[in-house]
């Protein structure tokens, strides 16, 4: 099993330009989650889905889409990439539910630079 | 609100020596987990130890403990004989279930801890 991939590992952007972050994961996990890693910040939860077909806002939403494709895919799109969207982005999926928590497991993350 | 605190934002040891990294939480919520991560210099985020609120039995897995005391609402992690392989930014995580329906998971800033061969 591969866990939790995401793609790209590296990707530069410029101000403006648009990309979509991809995740994947293959633990039949009905969560997954994106957050954005800054330093001294820890980490801080864009969007989450919480099942196939349902997404919604985490803590710092603006700027940024989500898809949940399917089970396993969910990704985090730029429309506008702007200097302050320069992080490490991480995805993480979870057998937790709306009725109960478990642990979350993270992709190897993509570090963004927005010039 | 949830919060985590690592006050420990660095720390350096000497090969062999023992550490210990400290994490206090908050919450109101009496069903929570508690969680440590370790980020090595390579950047992915892996997963140690999850510890439900119920359950405050310490425990050990080789050369790692965990510390969890709900009387000082602390979850502190002990590296025995630390190794150059420890040097990592270690993340203590506060989870609990939001009213949203989904798994809010608290982040502290994390502790860097470097060991010294």
């Known amino acids: 099993n591969a866990g939790v991939t995401q793609t790209p590992k590296f990707q530069v952007l410029k101000t403006g330009q648009s990309m979509t972050l991809q995740c994947a994961q293959d633990m039949n996990h009905n969560s997954m989650y994106w957050y954005r890693q800054d330093p001294g910040m820890g980490l801080r939860l864009i969007y989450y889905?919480?099942?196939?077909?349902?997404?919604d806002k985490g803590e710092v939403p603006n700027g940024y889409n989500v898809s949940r494709l399917n089970k396993r895919e969910f990704s985090l799109r730029l429309e506008s990439a702007a200097p302050s969207q320069t992080s490490v982005y991480f995805c993480?999926?979870?057998?937790?539910?709306?009725?109960?928590?478990?642990?979350?497991?993270f992709g190897p993350g993509t570090r963004l630079t927005v010039l | 609100a949830q919060k985590v605190t690592q006050a420990q934002t660095e720390i350096s040891v000497v090969e062999k020596e023992d550490v210990t990294l400290d994490c206090v939480y908050e919450t109101r919520d009496t069903t929570y987990y508690l969680f440590w991560y370790k980020q090595p210099p390579s950047g992915e985020l892996v997963f140690l130890i999850r510890?439900?609120?119920?359950?405050?039995q310490n425990e050990i897995s080789g050369r790692y403990s965990w510390n969890f005391q709900k009387s000082t609402s602390s979850f502190n992690f002990t590296i025995t004989a630390s190794q150059v392989v420890d040097s990592a930014v270690y993340f203590c995580a506060l989870s609990v279930l939001n009213s949203g329906g989904y798994q809010k998971v608290t982040f502290g800033i994390g502790t860097k801890l470097q060991v010294i061969p």
């Open positions: 889905s919480a099942s196939e077909g349902t997404t």
């Open positions: 993480a999926s979870s057998a937790g539910t709306a009725f109960r928590t478990d642990t979350q497991y």
């Open positions: 510890r439900n609120s119920f359950d405050e």
